[in-house]
Nanobody
């Protein structure tokens, strides 16, 4: 079992930046593929970004390409999502997730491990 904890959410004006972090409880997490998903009120959960276990390969949703950057530090068992040029439509609860295959998959059904979520609110 892997315990994931997100942090870094908050309220920011449109055009601003936030950095989300995800801390994992197990050292073997470093071999897991990791991802960020989000869910806005009244909408289904959607893929944001994913990264492979090495940190060398990433996958992004078209809506965040060029604005968000996913990264990981395996030595510290952490993952981050740097979010720049935020828009009102980025407002959502953001979740980090992990899976054992190690690849940057965008399908949420592939992720058995989830954090509790952190709220991001972008004011226009």
């Amino acid at each position: 079992q892997v315990h994931l904890v997100e942090s870094g959410g908050g309220l920011v004006q449109a055009g601003g930046s936030l950095r989300l972090s995800c801390a994992a409880s197990r050292r073997t997490w470093r071999y897991y593929g990791m991802g960020w998903f989000r869910q806005a009120p009244g909408k289904e959960r959607e893929f944001v970004a994913a990264i492979d276990w090495t940190g060398d390969s990433a996958n992004y949703a078209d809506s965040v390409k060029g604005r968000f950057t996913i990264s990981r530090d395996n030595a510290k068992n952490t993952m981050a999502l740097q979010m720049n040029n935020l828009k009102s439509e980025d407002t959502a609860i953001y979740y980090c997730a992990g899976h054992v295959s190690g690849v940057p998959t965008s399908a949420d059904m592939d992720y058995p491990y989830w954090g509790q979520g952190t709220q991001v609110t972008v004011s226009s």
